[in-house]
């Protein structure tokens, strides 16, 4: 994957500086379906469902695994005759279903020339229930002759349970009379039944699309199919691995690490990326990394006595998972013993650290299951890829 020549000059250092930001985008929903990677399979079980009367869709899984990237990119999946009004809409703490409506209806006109109207216009002070949405929805769909995607992103962050159960009654009902408008809820969830009220009586009405980690391919498509290719720059191989693996199946941390890697070799006049670029990346990236999650590491890990706290952390972070990134006390044990070069570590060294860190140092673990069989998994799942850099980062583990 390395490209020729391998040096590049001042004029092609300006412009490719410019193009990187516009092909790596860390923190940034991607809304480009050209640069969209990967996730195939739940592509299509959102397209199946966008074209079948009646069916609404549920994107949930960990935060950072690409939910809102996927329903921004849908428009762009319209094709022929087809038509698609995507409409997409953030919720918050404090929403009622009357407010997110209000919000989605804003960006919904109807009538033409100087009558156009937004439909919250419209609305005015009408409180906004699941029937007002259905007799607003059936006439635009006739009348526009599209297919209406609404997107409800951010959902789980509503607190207001009531405002969950009337989305079960709106989608119920725009399912019943095959209204042609496809609801998607999106939200950080282990399952629907913590997204949405009331999930058994809509069921049939439902798409459950769970977004899993992304696997090597689909991180290599992002870092170099859709990014390193499409500017003109190269990678070695020992290079992408290093970006994939400190990824963790995170489409966020390989955006970060491409770009800053990318930088770090146009910044060399190099038209590739090489090894010593992504060491300065790491860097970059973990310094760049979100405030909350920063803080959440400092606070489990901070204390004024001599202790392993980051090293056992840190060995969570490079832990054998499951599916649903749990581990098990011993699944921490091998790497440990890694990172301290000692054959002598075992469950008594840092049973105390794993409930500390499930309890008040954060917590930064969540525990599940019985004594003895207890599964952890991080509270956040992007804290785990910024631990492994900060190892790195510090010396503790090496890159080579």
């Known amino acids: 994957m390395l490209k020729e020549p391998a040096n590049i000059n001042k004029d092609e250092q300006d412009i490719l500086y410019a193009r990187i930001p516009t092909v790596f985008s860390p923190g940034t929903p991607i809304s480009n379906k050209q640069l969209f990677a990967g996730r195939r399979e739940q592509v299509v079980q959102v397209l199946e469902s966008i074209y079948h009367p009646g069916q609404h869709v549920i994107i949930f899984g960990d935060r950072g695994i690409g939910k809102t990237s996927l329903s921004a990119v849908l428009g762009g999946f319209a094709t022929g005759a087809d038509s698609f009004l995507l409409c997409r809409i953030n919720c918050g703490a404090d929403d009622t279903f009357d407010s997110v409506w209000r919000k989605m209806f804003t960006q919904i006109e109807v009538g033409d020339g100087d009558e156009r109207k937004t439909i919250a216009e419209l609305l005015g002070d009408t409180p906004i229930t699941p029937f007002v949405v259905q007799q607003q929805l059936i006439p635009i769909s006739h009348d526009k002759n599209v297919r209406i995607i609404l997107v409800f992103d951010e959902f789980d962050t509503i607190l207001d349970p009531s405002a969950k159960r009337s989305f079960s009654e709106t989608i119920k009902a725009l399912s019943d009379f095959a209204v042609p408008a496809t609801i998607i809820i999106v939200g950080i969830a282990d399952t629907v039944d913590k997204l949405i009220a009331e999930h ?94 920063r803080s959440m590491y400092v606070k489990a890990v901070s204390c004024p006595r001599r202790n392993i706290l980051k090293e056992v952390l840190l060995a969570c972070a490079m832990a054998r998972t499951d599916e649903l990134g749990a581990f098990a006390a011993n699944d921490v044990r091998e790497p440990l013993r890694k990172i301290m070069n000692d054959e002598s570590y075992d469950i008594p060294n840092y049973a105390a650290h794993l409930n500390a860190f499930s309890s008040t140092r954060g917590p930064v673990l969540l525990k599940t299951g019985t004594k003895k069989n207890y599964r952890y998994r991080f509270v956040e799942p992007v804290l785990a890829p910024y631990i492994r850099m900060d190892g790195y980062r510090t010396g503790m583990l090496k890159i080579s």
Do not use: C, F
């Not at 049939?204 to 003109?232: C, F, H, T, W, Y």
């Not at 690490?257 to 790491?282: M, P, Q, T």
């Open 200 to 293: 058994q009586s809509i069921e049939r009405n439902i798409v459950q699309v769970r977004m899993p980690r992304m696997s090597a391919i689909e991180l290599e498509e992002i870092l170099v199919k859709n990014g390193l290719d499409a500017i003109g720059l190269g990678i070695e191989d020992n290079a992408m691995r290093w970006i994939i693996e400190l990824s963790q199946g995170l489409p966020n941390y390989t955006h970060s690490l491409g770009k800053y890697a990318a930088l770090a070799a146009v910044g060399e006049l190099k038209r590739n990326v090489l090894l010593s670029h992504v060491v300065d990346a790491i860097t970059k990236a973990h310094e760049q990394t979100n405030h909350t999650i």
